[in-house]
Nanobody, 124 residues
């Protein structure tokens, strides 16, 4: 099973990037999938998660209104559209699959699979 994140790069503040996470080895159409990020010197943090159907999405407060998570189950691919990027969005972005989302606690937990990450750098 592999998750391969791509689409990262260097962009100016206010710009946009679209990350993709292609999966192989098994289907994840019945699993939650999401994105995390880790900035230098900081712990990995939750960014966004999407339900198996794609109808429900949840976001960290820091990206709400700027980022959009989506999925194409026919293509076994997860996406993260990032708009109005800020320097503080600079991080390595990781995709994850499996686990569950607790709406009450607002946490995505128990992920079974992780991608290797893609670097996003936002210059001021």
């Amino acid at each position: 099973v592999q998750l391969q994140a791509s689409g990262g790069g260097l962009v100016q503040a206010g710009g946009s990037l679209r990350l993709s996470c292609a999966t192989s080895g098994r289907r994840f159409s019945n699993d939650y999938m999401g994105w995390f990020r880790q900035a230098p010197g900081k712990e990995r943090e939750f960014v966004a998660v999407v339900s198996p159907s794609g109808y429900s999405t949840y976001y960290a407060d820091s990206v709400k209104g700027r980022f959009t998570v989506s999925r194409d189950n026919a293509k076994n691919t997860l996406y993260l559209q990032m708009n109005t990027l800020k320097p503080e969005d600079t991080a390595v972005y990781y995709c994850a699959a499996g686990g569950s989302y607790s709406d009450y606690q607002q946490i995505y937990y128990g992920m079974d699979y992780w991608g290797k990450g893609t670097q996003v750098t936002v210059s001021s």
